[in-house]
């Protein structure tokens, strides 16, 4: 099993930066694509950020110019720089890892979420 933990969010006034990480840790033989979904109040699940393990990004639209995903391979380790906040971007961010067991398993694996709060 793999453990995804993140660090905790915060609150920020808009136009503030946080930067949320998750550290992954347990059996498995690779961590593949990693990114961040977020969930709004009344709002659907949306990908926020991926990185593939050759570090390939791909954005939301909303965020892209402000936010940058990256990761660190050997300390399984996966960061969400987030800057320009807007109120908007409030929600629980939750990190993700797609992972390979070996023998063509995989599966996808969730953090508990974070909160990000941004204040207008």
């Known amino acids: 099993q793999v453990q995804l933990v993140e660090s905790e969010g915060g609150l920020v006034q808009s136009g503030g930066s946080l930067r949320p990480s998750c550290a992954g840790s347990?059996?498995?033989?690779?961590?593949?694509?990693r990114g961040w979904f977020r969930q709004g109040p009344g709002k659907q699940r949306e990908l926020v950020a991926s990185v593939t393990r050759d570090l390939s990004p791909r954005y939301l639209d909303s965020v892209k110019g402000r936010f940058t995903i990256s990761r660190d391979n050997v300390k399984n380790m996966v960061f969400l720089q987030m800057n320009s906040l807007d109120p908007d971007n409030t929600a629980v961010y939750y990190c993700y890892a797609s992972v390979a067991l070996g023998g063509g398993y995989h599966y996808t694996a969730w953090g508990q979420g974070t909160q990000v709060t941004v204040s207008s």
């Open positions: 347990g059996t498995f033989v690779s961590l593949m694509d």
